[in-house]
């Protein structure tokens, strides 16, 4: 399992904990210097990041990189004047992997016609794979009968372990699907120890309850923690996407990456009872502020 750099905040003000805004282009310049040091590979991105496309091509490090982007399948562009806007902005030839940002257009046949298009270019070289970025198991199951997925991107943290139960990596394996992790702090959620004190976090106060308390038996900081589900309990995951604002942040979280490894975890009773099924929290898109 790699780190991929997620670049979300390279266009955009993205994240709950996000107090520094969106990067500007020195600093992007700096953590992608640092991230090729350290042995990232992958870059992940989005044409609906406002300038994170651009951006990574402008910094001279596009090329250094396999870059993953998304796309929608109900945007006014064609399929393939998206990807070549990507490809345009990125100022590169290929990309590693093209996924759809938004399922539900591709559950009727109008959505049949864009996965084909979407194969189409990847038979012509400058797509390597395609998939989705998927919210629920339930979705990668209806999609992978329907569509040949190479890749698809999920969530997973301590809260949200649906991908890293067993029925789910089998469906991954026996349709030899690779998986991607994202949302692993939840949009830095899980790095406020006080979190439950804002209103409408208070309503899950007993499980941030237990996670505080499991992290203070560990005697850890928050960031080693929340990064320890994909050091040590998702062996079956490619990458995880872990997305920051500077190459302060960025340092920091290569190094608590690696104190993840080798932290000493409590038992998987302890640990199961931190997920929940409820969406309220799991699900950033149903917050309210």
């Avoid at 499991?214 to 928050?222: R, S, T």
Wanted: proline residues 3%.
């Amino acid at each position: 399992m790699k780190l991929a750099l997620g670049t979300a905040q390279f266009g955009l003000n993205y994240g709950i904990s996000n107090d520094q805004g969106q990067v500007n282009v020195d600093e992007i310049k700096q953590m992608l210097t640092l991230a090729k040091a350290s042995c990232i590979t992958t870059l992940d991105t989005a044409l609906a990041y406002g300038n994170s496309e651009k951006n990574i091509g402008t910094s001279g490090f596009s090329n250094h990189f396999s870059v993953i982007t998304k796309i929608s399948a109900s945007s006014h562009l064609s399929i393939e004047e998206q990807v070549q806007l990507s490809l345009s902005n990125l100022q590169r030839e290929e990309l590693d992997a093209v996924l759809f940002h938004n399922i539900d257009p591709l559950l009727n046949n109008a959505g049949k016609n864009h996965f084909k298009q979407l194969e189409a270019l990847k038979d012509t070289g400058i797509i390597k794979r395609i998939g989705v970025s998927i919210y629920t198991p339930e979705q990668l199951s209806l999609l992978s009968d329907m569509y040949n997925l190479d890749i698809v991107q999920a969530p997973l943290n301590w809260l949200d372990q649906r991908f890293i139960q067993p029925e789910v990596t089998n469906l991954l394996i026996k349709k030899n699907i690779k998986l991607h992790a994202r949302s692993i702090f939840l949009q830095g959620l899980l790095l406020q120890p006080e979190i439950q004190k804002r209103a409408y976090f208070s309503q899950f106060g007993h499980l941030f309850s237990k996670y505080n308390a499991i992290i203070e038996e560990l005697e850890c900081d928050y960031l080693t923690f929340a990064m320890a589900i994909v050091a040590q309990k998702a062996p079956h995951i490619e990458s995880a996407v872990i997305g920051c604002c500077s190459k302060n942040q960025l340092t920091q979280l290569i190094q608590r990456y690696a104190d993840a490894k080798n932290l000493k975890l409590p038992s998987d009773d302890v640990l199961n009872s931190l997920a929940t099924s409820e969406l309220a929290l799991i699900n950033p898109s149903l917050w309210v502020s």
